[in-house]
């Protein structure tokens, strides 16, 4: 039973920090006024590249020493983060210099990184598929507790506990902080104390894709020895945005929801084993339990929360509006 929970515990971790990464690139973005509905997409397009990046580099001389691992694993990330910035900023420009819409620039976004990825990836396999198998042990570490009993710990997790706090302090501590939520709630005083707008949502949702490229990473890297580009990221970009929501777009919150969240896609990957050993029900799918009904548990909960709190809600006044300081 220890080792299950052990096991459990090693999940919710991983999802934990991938969901936190990506939450709050979302908050960025909206508290300085633009709806980063592509998540999604820059989740796709960064672990994309950041797989791509992997693999190639652990097929040179780097994998033969520990520099070499070490330098792996900081190209891989900063590849995805760059992949990330690059690719927000075709909402940026869309949005911000010629006013496109929001929502369905960033629903553009997400359907394109996943027809892009599907197309290279298998072109890389000279077309025979759409799977990219990489082996990601050099970003995680195993604490062992006795036979059979061990916690996996990777990077990510450090990262994002490091991304909340400075997130905090870089959001409400600093006078970067307060322009760029002053751009997300009431524009137009802010160009009248001489701050420039458009900058700080370039640079909101500049951090929004870098966070997303390291939620990509932080998601995929862990959990698995390969990703299937027709499946992308599963959805995962959408349920950081209602945790976002339920967070109120603060730090804090989004991370405690963040936690409580990847409680449920935690028990869809061992929800077997853990039924068995604490309850002795062994669930498998000839009974009708298969893990995508666990899958889909956060993606209920997050509808039904809605339902309550969505009248509560209080989002960034300007978000999704246009600015135009031609027409203050």
Do not use: H
């Not at 994309?48 to 001389?61: A, R």
């Not at 792996?72 to 006013?99: C, E, P, R």
């Not at 580009?229 to 967070?247: C, E, H, K, R």
Request: charged share 10%; net charge positive.
């Amino acid at each position: 039973m220890t080792g299950q929970l052990l096991l459990l515990l090693t999940y919710i971790l991983i999802f934990a920090a991938a969901l936190a990464f990506v939450a709050l690139g979302g908050m960025f973005s909206e508290r300085s006024g633009i709806i980063n509905i592509g998540l999604e997409g820059i989740m796709v397009m960064s672990g994309f590249i950041g797989l791509i990046t992997l693999v190639s580099l652990s097929k040179t001389i780097l994998a033969d020493s520990t520099f070499g691992k070490i330098l792996i694993v900081v190209l891989t990330i900063l590849a995805a983060i760059l992949t990330g910035i690059l690719y927000s900023g075709l909402l940026s420009v869309l949005s911000i210099k010629f006013n496109a819409d929001q929502t369905l620039t960033g629903t553009a976004l997400n359907l394109i990184a996943t027809a892009i990825a599907m197309i290279f990836t298998k072109r890389l396999n000279g077309g025979s598929s759409d799977t990219i198998n990489y082996n990601g042990s050099l970003f995680t570490w195993t604490i062992k507790f006795g036979e059979g009993k061990s916690l996996s710990v990777n990077i990510f997790l450090l990262l994002a506990i490091i991304t909340i706090i400075v997130s905090y302090f870089v959001l409400y501590k600093t006078r970067f902080g307060l322009r760029l939520r002053s751009c997300g709630e009431n524009p137009n005083a802010s160009v009248s104390v001489g701050i420039n707008v458009k900058f700080y949502r370039y640079f909101g949702v500049g951090i929004s894709g870098a966070l997303g490229g390291l939620g990509a990473l932080a998601y995929v890297i862990p959990t698995q020895q390969f990703w299937n580009a027709s499946t992308g990221v599963a959805g995962f970009g959408f349920l950081a945005l209602a945790i976002m929501i339920f967070g109120q777009w603060k730090p804090i919150r989004i991370s405690i929801i963040s936690l409580v969240f990847s409680v449920f896609l935690s028990i869809s990957y061992i929800y077997n084993g853990l039924f068995e050993a604490i309850f002795g029900i062994s669930l498998t799918a000839e009974n009708g339990v298969t893990p995508e009904l666990f899958k889909i548990l956060p993606f209920i909960a997050s509808l039904i929360l809605l339902i309550f709190t969505s009248k509560k809600s209080r989002a960034p006044k300007a978000e999704g509006v246009p600015f135009d300081v031609s027409k203050r």
